[in-house]
């Protein structure tokens, strides 16, 4: 069984104009010790789906319908206590800012250490100082700053104390939704190699949202396609690199200079439609050169081809066309 199973997630925002899907019956798996990327455009549901898998979307937002069965139980039907205690102790969220995801008011230590506290109430507050001193230094800070402010480190180091406070009670998973935004180019490759390095070392299960394919394809051992709330392709990454299915993900691949040897890129014309008046059928067809009357008319399945883990959304590959 893997560690994370999900099936047919959709989350939905209730507003004045109506109805908007953010993610729409989105499946798909976590293994044990296994590095997963999420691409896609902005707007495209990637951080949604990942609040939804820790059940941190509020008004006027709700979780409609799906299952998210972690160790073989379906978090979604857990009350509000019992979910409590299954993040941070099974399943943490690396923020998209932690300029601003730090309280400027209190030291970086005793931040840490609340999380451990209220998790873990049965941990003596000596053991529970000695692990935050820990974890600090686990992300190369020195664990005798724990109690210094968040406006004495820079921006990295402040990224740092994030994967630190995500790390804090244990977790078997954890989501890094876009957690070098912002960063310069160096310090970006110092906290990707941070990240690889405490996966493979604690066996943690991550989950990379990002916009940089560059660094998704880097670290990952499998990437999943975001378009317009749907999962449209997921495989292995070199399955994916060498051979692309979905006209979307051939699109992102093609607009990403780091990733052609040619030194030249190309752009998706059109851009991520506004959900709460998304086009019929397939989301895509607008922006694809090979849409056809059905593409139009109906929503693809996310289905296997050739290799049964690579899974495509497009019709191309069952019409012929």
Avoid at 46 to 71: D, F, M, Q, W, Y
Avoid at 103 to 119: M, V, W
Avoid at 168 to 185: F, K, Q, R, Y
Avoid at 259 to 281: E, K, Q, Y
């Amino acid at each position: 069984m893997s560690l994370l199973q999900v099936k047919g997630l959709t989350t939905s925002f209730h507003t004045k104009e109506g109805t908007v899907k953010a993610v729409e019956k989105v499946s798909f798996s976590l293994e044990k010790g296994e590095m997963l990327g999420l691409i896609g455009e902005s707007g495209c549901g990637k951080s949604t789906l990942g609040l939804s898998l820790l059940r941190l979307i509020e008004e006027p937002g709700e979780i409609a319908a799906g299952e998210v069965t972690i160790n073989g139980v379906d978090v979604i039907k857990l009350n509000p206590e019992a979910m409590r205690k299954v993040r941070w102790n099974t399943i943490s969220l690396i923020p998209q800012s932690a300029m601003s995801a730090l309280n400027p008011t209190a030291p970086i230590g005793k931040q840490i250490l609340e999380a451990i506290e209220l998790h873990k109430p049965r941990i003596k507050r000596d053991d529970a100082v000695k692990k935050v001193k820990e974890l600090l230094e686990w992300v190369g800070i020195d664990g005798g700053r724990w109690l210094h402010y968040p406006h004495e480190f820079s921006g990295g180091m402040k990224q740092r104390v994030a994967i630190a406070m995500a790390l804090a009670c244990d977790p078997e998973i954890v989501i890094s939704d876009e957690s070098t935004t912002g960063l310069d180019v160096l310090t970006q490759a110092q906290v990707i190699h941070l990240i690889k390095r405490l996966q493979k070392e604690l066996g943690l299960s991550i989950i990379v949202i990002s916009h940089d394919l560059a660094m998704v394809t880097a670290i990952c051992d499998r990437i999943a396609v975001m378009y317009a709330g749907h999962l449209v392709e997921i495989g292995p990454t070199r399955k994916i690199l060498d051979n692309p299915l979905h006209p979307y993900t051939q699109g992102l691949l093609a607009s990403n200079i780091c990733l052609d040897s040619s030194g030249t890129c190309s752009s998706i014309p059109g851009s991520v439609p506004r959900l709460i008046d998304a086009p019929p059928g397939c989301h895509f067809h607008p922006r694809c050169e090979r849409g056809k009357d059905i593409c139009k008319a109906s929503l693809p399945p996310l289905k296997s081809l050739a290799a049964a883990d690579h899974q495509v959304a497009c019709f191309a590959y069952k019409e012929g066309f």
